[in-house]
C-alpha cells in the first residue's frame, strides 16, 4: 500500500502544472489589501503557518497595522528570478515600497522570498536564508554575512548556558537567529513602521534579529547575543514578562551581557557621575517602551543595568530570581520588592541613590 501510495501521488506531481509568476498574483494582492485596510486576519491568511517562529514574527508585524497603518503599499515581483524547487516551493525577488502618512518617505526592502502551495493557495513563507545549525541553535542568514553567522553558531551554545544559569530558566526550544544584511531591512520585519535606529531585537516565540557587521566576532560579538539571549531567558520568567518595567527588561539583558563577557566595566563611574550631575531618572521615567522611556534610552540601559547590579549584590542572585519571576507574574514594583526583597521599593530606590555618594 505504502508503495502504491508513493507512485500515485509522484505521478499526481508529475501531472501537475507547473507554477507560474501569474499564480502568486491574488496571494500578493491580498496581502496588499490586507495591509492598506490594516487587517491583521486578513493579512495573515496569506502567510504560511507551517513555520512557528516565522508565524509569530509575522503575527507580531501584522498586530502593528491597526494602529500604524501605511497611507501605500506595494509588493513587486522579478520574473527573471522565479524558480521552482523540488519540494513544491516557489522562490523569487521581491520588493516591498511603502509609506506611512501621505507626506511621510518611501521606504523599501527587498529580498528573494518564498512561497508553498498549501491546498491550491499560494502562502508567503518569508525571505530565503541560508541555513547554519549547532547544538540548540539554528542561525538563518544573509549569505554575505556567513562567516558572522558561523561564529553565532559556535559561540551562542555556551552563552545560552551562561544565561540559564544566571536566570535560574531553562529554555527547551531551539533558538533561531536571523542575521539581516540592511537596517531598514532589520526594520521592516519588526514593523513596516519602526524607524529607531538598532542592532539586534527579540520578542517572545521570535528569532533573535541581528544586524551584520562586517568582521564582527569575538566579545562585542558574544556581548550582543548575550543581552538578546537575555531577553529570552527574562521571558520564561512568567506569563506577563513583556509587561515588566521596560528598563527591568533591558537591565537584566544587560546584566546577563557583562556577565558573560566578564564585566560592567565603566558602568558604576557613569552612574555616579549622572547621580552627582543630577542626571539620573525617576524609575516610571523608565517604565513604557512606546512612552517617555523612549527619549531616555541611555538610563533604561545603564541605569535599569546598575540597580539590578546592585540588587544582586544587595540581596543575592536567589531573591533577585524571586523578585524577577513576581514582576514577570504581574506584580508591581512595590508587591514584588515587599514580598521578596522585604523593603518598599521607595525604600530600596531611596538606598541606591544615597549609595551613589559613597566612594
Known amino acids: 500500500m505504502m508503495t502504491v501510495f508513493t507512485i500515485v501521488a509522484s505521478v499526481l506531481m508529475l501531472l501537475a502544472p507547473e507554477p507560474r509568476l501569474e499564480d502568486l498574483e491574488a496571494t500578493v494582492s491580498s496581502m496588499e489589501t490586507a495591509v492598506l485596510a490594516g487587517d491583521s486576519v486578513g493579512y495573515l491568511a496569506e502567510v504560511n503557518h ?26 513587486m515581483l522579478d520574473g527573471d528570478g522565479f524558480k521552482t524547487h523540488a519540494d513544491g516551493s516557489v522562490t523569487v525577488p521581491m520588493t516591498i515600497a511603502w509609506r506611512m502618512t ?18 491550491g493557495h499560494w502562502r508567503f513563507a518569508g525571505e530565503v536564508w541560508m541555513r547554519i545549525e549547532a547544538p540548540g541553535v539554528v542561525v538563518l542568514t544573509d549569505p554575505k554575512f556567513k562567516d558572522e553567522a558561523l561564529h553565532i553558531a559556535a559561540v551562542l551554545p555556551g552563552v545560552r548556558e551562561r544565561v540559564h544559569e544566571l536566570l535560574g530558566v531553562e529554555v527547551e ?10 537596517m531598514r531591512h532589520l526594520q521592516e520585519s519588526i514593523y513596516l513602521s519602526y524607524t529607531d535606529s538598532l542592532g539586534g531585537w527579540n520578542e517572545p516565540g521570535e528569532a533573535i534579529k541581528l ?9 562585542g560579538l ?8 537575555g531577553h529570552v531567558g527574562s521571558f520564561e520568567l512568567g506569563e506577563r514578562a513583556t509587561e515588566m518595567p ?16 566578564g564585566g560592567a566595566n565603566g558602568l558604576d563611574a557613569r552612574i555616579r557621575r549622572w547621580a552627582a550631575a543630577d542626571n539620573l531618572r525617576q524609575w516610571d521615567q523608565l517604565a513604557d517602551f512606546r512612552g517617555e522611556a523612549m527619549n531616555h534610552q541611555a538610563q533604561v ?31 508591581t514594583l512595590d508587591e514584588a520588592s515587599k514580598f521578596t526583597l522585604e523593603q518598599s521599593w521607595a525604600e530600596i530606590d531611596a538606598a541606591w541613590r544615597n549609595s551613589l555618594g559613597d566612594e
Open 301 to 331: 540601559y545603564n541605569q535599569g543595568h546598575h540597580m539590578i547590579r546592585y540588587l544582586v549584590d544587595r540581596f543575592g542572585i536567589e531573591q533577585v530570581r524571586a523578585w524577577l519571576r513576581f514582576l514577570a507574574g504581574g506584580a
Open 246 to 261: 521596560w528598563w527591568v527588561l533591558e537591565g537584566v539583558a544587560e546584566y546577563c551581557s557583562a556577565e558573560v563577557t
Open 50 to 75: 507551517a513555520e512557528p517562529v516565522f508565524l509569530m514574527e509575522q503575527t507580531n508585524w501584522a498586530g502593528d497595522l491597526a494602529e500604524h497603518t501605511p497611507v501605500a503599499f506595494d509588493i
Open 222 to 229: 558574544r556581548s550582543l547575543l548575550a543581552h538578546e539571549y
Open 102 to 119: 501621505d507626506k511621510g518617505k518611501r521606504r523599501k526592502v527587498a529580498f528573494k522570498a518564498r512561497f508553498v502551495d498549501r491546498k
Open 211 to 219: 544586524l551584520g557587521r562586517e568582521g564582527q566576532s569575538g566579545a
Open 173 to 182: 526550544a531551539v533558538q533561531q537567529v536571523k542575521v539581516y544584511a540592511k
